[in-house]
């Protein structure tokens, strides 16, 4: 019966028609199991599964073992698929053609089953293609509407009062283009004078780039820029008390802030891309200083190695020149040397699966297999707190936007946030259906998000704990997110290579983005969040204008018959190296890191 309902669907060639495929085939070989017919779904969910693997592997991957009826009720996977319902968006056209099929005396079976197990939502017009709307299809353990109900719930996402951009825009703003180039002599001599103490690659690269790239945006900008979304956003009181920041530090930020190249579609950033070599694909994550001072890799064999740049010099750097002005530079890590160029943190029992710096760089987390987060002191190269919480294995560990506070992601499938002075967690996040992989904060500290391999991505408050967003239109496994600096939109990237912008008011996606071909590592938003950064395992790092998408109207997309609306500024390849972070600095200069992947 499966079969011919199959080729009924193949030739009507209607492709919504192809999305309740996937739902009546995993339904049927679920009844199959449940009836007892255990050998009967084994040899149709062989028969078939080749159909689906592109597009739904690892659920694939979990059904395979399923094997008798007890195992329905004793994995969670399956058993919520069996409780929830698949929300469909189908055309009028298509779904009466849906109909006819159904209403045949043989369809009978498919039509339970369909009855039971799908919501379709008809829709007026004519067929679209399958990828023209990121929420066509949802398949989770909570129904849809379960999901609309919660992201009823308010939220409010501006900047804390008292901000660094406040205090910014209250103390007179961004420096003119002009003025920022009159400073430049002043900061060339006071970099001469560095130099002759300390060879580093921040002084002499990355301090090059910044000079470049500033020189690019005075030809796009010579007037002051009109107020950017980060300034205009609402303002929100903190839920978590912040630590005090030392008065020193603070200035350091006002200047950077101050000195931020601004960034749009005619002004891309200089890059600064760190090359792991020799790994011998021992690497599991890096992570980059706010400044790009200091690289941290996290390793298979436990340990967790830290990069000065400073101590580094220029050996080893190759320098490449981009197209429209836009520079990048590639400096070697992990190269045989006389003297260890890295310093060794050891005190996990397992592989190390990401790391983090604090926003003053003098403190770094780790996350591992052997279940625990670490804290290390950067000045005084040693382990300080081990963190125990999670049950299993930690896949990522985010610090806060204001540093103390910092959250974790967990196979557990949970979520937890933690303070620095406390080895127990403030808050647990539970409700995900499979692993947490990755986590961020929101730019106001009162909310994170999480993405995880069921497919979706949810946003918590951290005072209550409780879920108020559920994001639902990935294909596949969630890997990483990142939150536009005025806190009101949120990109996250899968295992597939899309990567979706959603807004978190309203809970729905802005637009997808298409352009990757592997697994999308990395997402990073400018400073004024006019650029979206993303890093990939393609081996490519892409730049997309995050405020052309925001201004765009739909029935302009649909003329055009542009699915992507956000537009893809270019695309900068590596050399075989897949791309494991992105950081934008302060000042808006790019910095990335990945591990080569083979000799080139």
Known sequence: MFLVFLNYLICVMQHELLRVLYPVFIHCFMDLVAKGHVQEARTFFN?????????HLRDLQKLEGVLSPSHLQEMEFAHSLRQSKVNIKICQYSYELLLQFLHKPQSTTMLGIINEHINFQVSPGQP??????????????????????????????????????????????LLLESEKAEGETKEGDWDENKKKSIEGAKQGSSIKKLKKDKAAGATGKNARPEATPVATAPRVKAELTLPVIPTEVEQSILEDLRNRVQLSSAALPSVSFYTF?????????????HDGSLVAGGFSDSSLKVWDMAKIGQQGVDSLQGENGTTSSEQVLGSNGGKRPYTLFQGHSGPVYSATF??????????????????????????????KGHNYPVWDVQFSPVGHYFASASHDRTARIWSMDKIQPLRIMAGHLS??????????CNYIATGSSDKTVRLWDVQTGECV??????????????????????????????????????????????????????????????????GSADCTVKLWDVTASTKLPKTEENKSGNTSR???????????????????????????????????
């Not at 028969?47 to 597009?55: A, G, K, P, Q, V």
């Not at 719930?153 to 910014?168: M, N, P, T, V």
């Not at 003053?360 to 591992?368: E, H």
């Open 128 to 173: 679209s293609s399958i990828s023209d709307d990121a929420e066509s299809v949802t398949l989770t353990g909570s129904s849809q509407d379960s999901a609309n109900q919660i992201n009823q719930k308010e939220i409010h996402w501006g900047l804390l009062e008292d901000s660094f951009e406040e205090r910014l825009e209250k103390a007179g703003g």
């Open 566 to 600: 956000l537009r893809s500024l270019k695309t900068l390849p590596t050399k075989c190296t897949p791309v494991h972070s992105l950081r934008f600095s302060r000042r808006n200069l790019l910095f990335a890191a990945g591990v080569l992947s083979k000799t080139v």
């Open 277 to 289: 070599i020799n790994t011998h694909n021992g690497l599991n994550c890096a992570s980059i200083s």
């Open 469 to 534: 967003r559920i994001f639902i239109g990935h294909r596949s496994m969630v890997l990483s997110l990142a939150m536009s600096p005025d806190g009101r939109y949120m990109a996250s990237g899968d295992e597939d290579g899309a990567i979706m912008m959603w807004d978190l008011s309203s809970g729905r996606c802005v637009t997808p983005l298409t352009g990757h071909t592997s697994c999308v590592w990395t997402l990073a938003f400018s400073g004024e969040g006019s650029l979206l950064a993303s």
């Open 47 to 55: 028969s078939f599964r080749e159909d689906h693997e592109m597009m």
């Open 358 to 387: 604090n926003p003053l760089g003098d403190f770094i987390l780790s996350s591992s297999a052997d279940s625990t987060v670490r804290l290390w002191s950067t000045k005084l190269n040693a382990n300080l707190v081990c963190y």
């Open 435 to 444: 692993d947490v992989d990755c986590v961020q904060w929101h730019a106001n």
